[in-house]
């Protein structure tokens, strides 16, 4: 009702030719809570000047409006034809006798798509080339990333509010296994763990009891003597079943470990080591895997996938830096695309390409004229604008701007933390002006979903009345 309230006497402070900026700026002091921090800003395409500047120079937490910075940056840098490849090297020299006498070399350069699905293929194309044995041994190379697997280790004093698998040069299935528990038929005995894929590159430590009560499991994985150890334990109720998965503590020795298997479920004999290393500089290419820039971007942009934006961010990095990329790297990477097209701010922090982090921030309006700025790039910008979330039809977005106006006047991207709320992207204003904007709360108090729906009601009053 509140709403319903606030909407009528925007229309009516309209029609009393009152400023738009301080219309909004009395309905946000209503309508936030107390203490809240905010930050408003739009701009005119067609008029070519900013219409809404709320606190627009106000950096706050951007949460995974963040992701607009990297994916937009990553299409500028890289361009809307660039492919992220996993290849097989063999330092053997001749290829015609079927025998791979010497290494195989698998190089990762941050593919988070990969599953074994794709390892498969890639054997496949072995075996095209009439391979059938390998004498070396498998040697991953994941050194086109800094080993810097965990955000905890480049982002200072970072508490991990959503901890997420490796960040790491080869992964495979999200670094991820999965296994499920089944509770034993007899009290006080331990309940059965089975791998959704047997590897023997696993190895788990069974500590589960069949109880009566209520299921209450910890795990954790660590890489011991070459191997995965899984540690399992607690309590799972009689008659009944659960999974869970774990994130692998070595991605590129469990990279190896299933090429390895590919490599032997395929008939090619293999009696090697797995070991990490770099791809010598003379090796030939037998085998590879591209997967396109673009089908990153809306995984991003549409469903905030925060594994992706992370590895999307360390490829912009290891570009940057021609290999071993850092989230330092990363940052220079958009640091220096951001002053070279006149956007950067000297308040502008990203330390991670999620925007999970608190300690990233910068202002709607350096964001805003972001957006412009990829507005104006023919070649990368329709791409772009269709990775983002229309309402009520996809993504983030599909519950949002429900019966406000046609949903294909918007296209946007949510950020979420505790506290946190943002909404950025392009709207169609109700004259077919095309404006760029971005909200944005930072509050104490207060319930998200109300303070979402309010944002969404701004946006469209916005576009109700230029």
Same mark, same amino acid.
């Given at each position: 009702?509140?709403?319903?309230?606030?909407?009528?006497?925007?229309?009516?402070?309209?029609?009393?030719?009152?400023?738009?900026?301080?219309?909004?700026?009395?309905?946000?002091?209503?309508?936030?809570?107390?203490?809240?921090?905010?930050?408003?800003?739009?701009?005119? @395409?067609?008029?070519?000047?900013?219409?809404?500047?709320?606190?627009?120079?106000?950096?706050?937490?951007?949460?995974?409006?963040?992701?607009?910075?990297?994916?937009?940056?990553?299409?500028?840098?890289?361009? *809307?034809?660039?492919?992220?490849?996993?290849?097989?090297? @063999?330092?053997?020299?001749?290829?015609?006798?079927?025998?791979?006498?010497?290494?195989?070399?698998?190089?990762?350069?941050?593919?988070?798509?990969?599953?074994?699905?794709?390892?498969?293929?890639?054997?496949?194309?072995?075996?095209?080339?009439?391979?059938?044995?390998?004498?070396?041994?498998?040697?991953?190379?994941?050194?086109?990333?800094?080993? +810097?697997?965990? *955000?905890?280790?480049?982002?200072?004093?970072?508490?991990?509010?959503?901890?997420?698998?490796?960040?790491?040069?080869? @992964?495979?299935?999200?670094?991820?296994?999965?296994?499920?528990?089944?509770?034993?038929?007899?009290?006080?005995?331990?309940?059965?763990?089975?791998?959704?894929?047997?590897?023997?590159?696993?190895?788990?430590?069974?500590?589960?009891? +069949?109880?009566?009560?209520?299921?209450?499991?910890?795990?954790?994985?660590?890489?011991?003597?070459?191997?995965?150890?899984? +540690?399992?334990?607690?309590?799972?109720?009689?008659?009944?079943?659960?999974?869970?998965?774990?994130?692998?503590?070595?991605?590129?020795?469990?990279?190896?470990?299933?090429?390895?298997?590919?490599?032997?479920?395929?008939?090619?004999?293999?009696?090697?080591?797995? *070991?990490?290393?770099?791809?010598?500089?003379?090796?030939?290419?037998?085998?590879?895997?591209?997967?396109?820039?673009?089908?990153?971007?809306?995984?991003?942009?549409?469903?905030?996938?925060?594994?992706?934006?992370?590895?999307?961010?360390?490829?912009?990095?290891?570009?940057?830096?021609?290999?071993?990329?850092?989230?330092?790297?990363?940052?220079?990477?958009?640091?220096?695309?951001?002053?070279?097209?006149?956007?950067?701010?000297?308040?502008?922090?990203?330390?991670?390409?999620?925007?999970?982090?608190?300690?990233?921030?910068?202002?709607?309006?350096?964001?805003?004229?972001?957006?412009?700025?990829?507005?104006?790039?023919?070649?990368?910008?329709?791409?772009?604008?269709?990775?983002?979330?229309?309402?009520?039809?996809?993504?983030?977005?599909?519950?949002?701007?429900?019966?406000?106006?046609?949903?294909?006047?918007? *296209?946007?991207?949510?950020?979420?933390?505790?506290?946190? +709320?943002?909404?950025?992207?392009?709207?169609?204003?109700?004259?077919?002006?095309?404006?760029?904007?971005?909200?944005?709360?930072?509050?104490?108090?207060?319930?998200?979903?109300?303070?979402?729906?309010?944002?969404?009601?701004?946006?469209?009053?916005?576009?109700?009345?230029?």
């Amino acid at each position: 009702m509140l709403f319903i309230i606030c909407f009528v006497l925007f229309q009516l402070i309209f029609q009393n030719n009152e400023t738009i900026n301080e219309k909004i700026l009395e309905l946000l002091d209503k309508n936030l809570p107390r203490g809240s921090k905010y930050s408003l800003t739009c701009y005119s @395409t067609k008029k070519k000047e900013f219409v809404v500047k709320i606190n627009s120079n106000l950096p706050l937490i951007p949460a995974s409006t963040n992701k607009l910075f990297t994916s937009g940056i990553a299409l500028m840098n890289l361009g *809307r034809e660039f492919n992220i490849y996993t290849e097989i090297y @063999t330092s053997d020299v001749n290829l015609n006798d079927g025998i791979l006498n010497g290494d195989l070399i698998l190089k990762g350069h941050g593919d988070p798509t990969l599953t074994s699905f794709d390892l498969q293929a890639l054997v496949q194309q072995l075996k095209s080339h009439k391979v059938q044995a390998i004498t070396g041994n498998i040697i991953v190379d994941d050194t086109f990333f800094e080993e +810097t697997f965990y *955000r905890n280790e480049w982002i200072e004093d970072e508490n991990i509010s959503v901890p997420l698998p490796p960040i790491s040069a080869i @992964t495979v299935n999200y670094n991820t296994v999965y296994l499920k528990i089944t509770a034993s038929n007899k009290i006080n005995k331990p309940g059965t763990i089975v791998a959704e894929q047997e590897l023997d590159y696993l190895k788990i430590i069974n500590r589960t009891k +069949t109880t009566r009560t209520k299921t209450r499991l910890s795990y954790s994985s660590k890489f011991e003597n070459g191997f995965e150890v899984i +540690t399992i334990s607690g309590n799972i109720r009689r008659n009944s079943s659960t999974n869970i998965k774990i994130h692998i503590s070595e991605p590129a020795y469990y990279a190896g470990h299933l090429l390895k298997e590919q490599l032997l479920e395929n008939g090619i004999s293999f009696w090697g080591e797995i *070991r990490k290393g770099k791809l010598p500089k003379i090796s030939n290419l037998l085998a590879a895997k591209s997967t396109p820039l673009i089908d990153l971007l809306k995984p991003i942009n549409k469903n905030s996938n925060n594994f992706y934006s992370e590895h999307l961010f360390l490829i912009i990095g290891g570009q940057f830096a021609r290999g071993n990329g850092s989230p330092f790297d990363a940052s220079q990477a958009i640091i220096t695309t951001l002053k070279t097209a006149g956007i950067y701010e000297e308040d502008f922090i990203m330390v991670d390409g999620s925007g999970i982090s608190r300690q990233n921030q910068f202002s709607t309006e350096m964001l805003v004229k972001f957006l412009y700025h990829i507005y104006l790039r023919s070649d990368i910008f329709t791409e772009f604008y269709n990775s983002l979330s229309v309402p009520q039809y996809d993504g983030t977005l599909i519950y949002r701007f429900n019966n406000l106006f046609l949903s294909d006047r918007l *296209r946007g991207k949510t950020g979420t933390l505790n506290g946190v +709320t943002s909404l950025a992207g392009y709207v169609f204003s109700k004259s077919g002006d095309l404006l760029i904007f971005a909200v944005n709360f930072n509050f104490s108090k207060g319930k998200q979903y109300k303070l979402r729906d309010f944002q969404d009601r701004l946006i469209t009053l916005i576009a109700e009345n230029f």
